[in-house]
């Protein structure tokens, strides 16, 4: 009763409408893969590291030529690496002298939640870029919890939860995706000595990869397809785009179509989807005879229990892949192609190895990764169910939870603080679902058994059309309100969105 009529779902599918660059594409495999600076602590004491970050403007070369102004953390795309050592504090210091207000998340992060990045914790604009004539923050300033400030905010990061590769991003109330879409994006990697001592590729052969998807203007400029640019005060994104915005030149790092020269010897690839809406299948080509090249070591949340061989991952915007491939397995002077098996044309492929020369390799991947996860069906007090779907939000398409667009005023579940719960999730489509604060493990799938991609501590799930995922968390570590969402960034602004308040 009450819920919307899914008038989305009647129109032609437009899944997979992409954005057309207005740009001759760059040639794939000529740029090196770029590695984001590791940002340098401006302090530290005995329990903790503090940073500062800078939110600004600045320009980027990614179509050679042509110079894309982007927002970036410290003005890059991506923004500098933190890397952190679990247990131990870091305290981010965000100034923001971007034209629009910003919210930081750190994805993953086991954070309280006053510096979780709630949707509407704004830090204001400063600096001579800053558009103060505009409203805000649309409908968010009508949230009476909101914490905001103006200029500054520290963030506090305990960090305490297992080794990990987070990633920290813009999270304004609607505004999200066109935020990220320029730049609003970084690493941030949780190290502990349980990981560092199993002897998994380290160093150079330990590659941070962030994934995205573009479309560029004739000028150079990010293509976003916002019916206000950087100011409106609604979901911004024409009515075409509603099932999300898809670039078609992919970036590594920034980087379009990168190459990289490795030994022959195993590598850690550390991969994110921070792509705002487009899925990928991964898989390296050509194969090595025997196959099962892709050997997964941990999930969004950390290390499996056991390594897991795969042929392809697919990956939804969010999720984190930690894979050892072991270049060994090919000839010295071959060159291979991470490709994209859900893409056609310039989006088939990622980026390219070249296997350059011989080395010497003294890595490993032990049988035996990480204590398994204890948490049982039997250990849930409470069984919730959410449905994600099109609907109408007004007269608009838009993207609801429970037939409800998001609200920083309602509710939608209260956990008690350290309860176990099962969380059911149903989709029309696809949608990646994401839980702050927790961590959670995939039960089911379809019914059936979490499927072969599903192991491992996880934040976030693609749930596939049609399909049901029930997952499983300890809700612990802070009281407070957080949210849930699809990652699908264009979802989440147009409503996908809901709180659970942790009590
Ligand atoms: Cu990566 Cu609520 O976000
Ligand atoms: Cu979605």
Same mark, same amino acid.
Not at 124 to 148: K, Q, S
Not at 170 to 179: E, K, L, N, Y
């Given at each position: ?47 903790? *590291? ?14 050679? #030529? ?22 131990? +504090? ?9 034209? @629009? ?9 086991? +954070? ?8 509407? *914790? ?27 400030? +103006? ?17 920290? %991003?813009? %999270?304004?109330?609607?505004?999200? &995706?066109?935020? !990220?879409?320029?730049?609003?994006? &970084?690493?941030?990697? !949780? ?40 100011? &409106?005060?609604?979901? /911004?994104?024409?009515?075409?785009? @509603?099932?999300?915005?898809? /670039? ?5 790092? /920034? ?54 061989? %795969?042929?392809? !991952? ?28 859900? #893409? ?36 849930? $007090? ?12 007004? *007269? ?34 696809? %949608? ?13 799938? #379809? &019914? ?40 699908? $960034? ?14």
């Amino acid at each position: 009763a009450g819920v919307a009529v899914p008038r989305l779902l009647d129109r032609p599918a437009r899944t997979g409408e992409q954005l057309v660059s207005q740009v001759p594409l760059p040639e794939p495999f000529r740029v090196p893969l770029p590695i984001p600076r590791t940002l340098d602590p401006i302090g530290s004491g005995p329990y903790e *590291d503090r940073y500062e970050i800078v939110q600004r403007l600045g320009t980027s070369e990614i179509v050679p #030529g042509l110079r894309t102004p982007i927002w970036g953390y410290d003005g890059t795309f991506p923004g500098p690496t933190i890397e952190s050592t679990s247990g131990r +504090t870091a305290i981010v210091r965000h100034r923001n002298e971007l034209p @629009v207000p910003t919210v930081v998340h750190l994805h993953g992060g086991r +954070t309280p939640p006053d510096s979780d990045g709630y949707a509407t *914790d704004l830090v204001l604009p400063v600096g001579p870029n800053a558009n103060t004539a505009a409203p805000h923050a649309g409908h968010g300033m009508h949230d009476p919890a909101a914490v905001i400030t +103006t200029g500054v905010r520290d963030y506090t990061y305990p960090l305490r939860q297992r080794a990990a590769m987070l990633w920290y %991003h813009d %999270h304004r109330m609607d505004f999200t &995706g066109p935020a !990220v879409y320029r730049g609003l994006a &970084g690493f941030h990697i !949780v190290r502990d000595a349980t990981e560092d001592a199993l002897g998994l590729p380290r160093g150079e052969r330990e590659l941070p990869l962030m994934i995205t998807d573009r479309a560029f203007n004739e000028d150079g400029t990010f293509r976003y397809p916002s019916l206000d640019r950087t100011l &409106g005060s609604g979901p /911004g994104v024409e009515d075409d785009y @509603v099932e999300g915005v898809l /670039g078609d030149v992919i970036l590594v790092n /920034g980087a379009p179509w990168p190459l990289h020269e490795v030994s022959a010897t195993r590598h850690r690839l550390r991969i994110l989807n921070a792509s705002n809406a487009r899925r990928y299948d991964l898989a390296l080509d050509p194969p090595p005879p025997g196959g099962g090249v892709l050997v997964q070591v941990g999930a969004d949340q950390g290390l499996l229990e056991t390594p897991v061989a %795969h042929d392809d !991952v697919p990956i939804a915007p969010a999720e984190r892949y930690d894979l050892v491939v072991d270049f060994g397995r090919y000839p010295v002077g071959s060159e291979v192609t991470l490709v994209n098996r859900l #893409g056609s044309g310039s989006t088939a492929r990622i980026m390219r190895f070249r296997v350059a020369r011989p080395g010497a390799d003294d890595s490993v991947v032990p049988e035996r990764l990480a204590e398994p996860d204890p948490l049982e069906r039997g250990d849930a $007090a409470v069984t919730r169910e959410f449905s994600l779907r099109g609907g109408l939000i007004g *007269d608009r398409h838009g993207w609801l939870i429970n037939g409800e667009a998001f609200s920083p005023a309602r509710i939608d579940a209260r956990p008690r603080l350290g309860d176990v719960e099962v969380w059911r999730f149903v989709a029309d489509l696809h %949608h990646p679902v994401h839980l702050h604060l927790v961590n959670f493990r995939v039960l089911s799938r #379809g &019914g059936g058994p979490p499927g072969p991609h599903d192991a491992g501590p996880k934040d976030t799930v693609d749930l596939r059309p049609g399909e049901s995922v029930e997952l499983i968390a300890r809700f612990d570590g802070y009281r407070g309100r957080y949210m849930f969402h699809c990652h699908n $960034a264009e979802h989440e602004d147009m409503g996908m969105m809901a709180n659970f308040e942790v009590g």
